[in-house]
């Protein structure tokens, strides 16, 4: 009977832990920023890019994720109407001063799709 007394103990400190840890992680998720690169040089990594966006979006659990290109910010990912908008044109290239737009952007996490022509400070970049 003590093994079976100290056992739902352990159980119910761990389902306390897991409930609090969830609704803790609920109320403070993490802020992601991805930006895309939409440079005409990279029109044809725009699926394989999509694909990676759509994977990351599955796994992202307790993050929210906001989307932008090196042209503009388009918001939260999961207000989109599409993900397919984050492609929709492609033209110019890659510059330092695109990205210099995300300075100011409040995200715990920077991640930039491109072909690593680019490598800015603070950002995580995904090649393709």
Known sequence: ???????????????IGWGGTHYYQ?????EILIVADTSYAMRD??????????DFDKKARYKHIVVGTDKALLGDLANLPSKNIIFRTSFGSL???????????P??????????????????????
Not at 113 to 128: E, I, N, R, Y
């Open 107 to 128: 995200a715990d996490q920077k991640i930039l799709l491109s072909d690593g022509s680019q490598q800015p400070a603070g950002w995580k970049l995904v090649k393709f």
């Open 26 to 30: 609920s109320q403070h998720p993490k």
């Open 45 to 54: 990594k725009f699926p394989a890019m999509l694909e990676w966006i759509t």
């Open 95 to 105: 510059t330092a001063e695109n990205l210099a737009r995300y300075d100011q952007t």
């Open 1 to 15: 009977m003590k093994f079976l007394k100290i056992f739902g103990l352990f159980i119910a400190l761990h389902l």
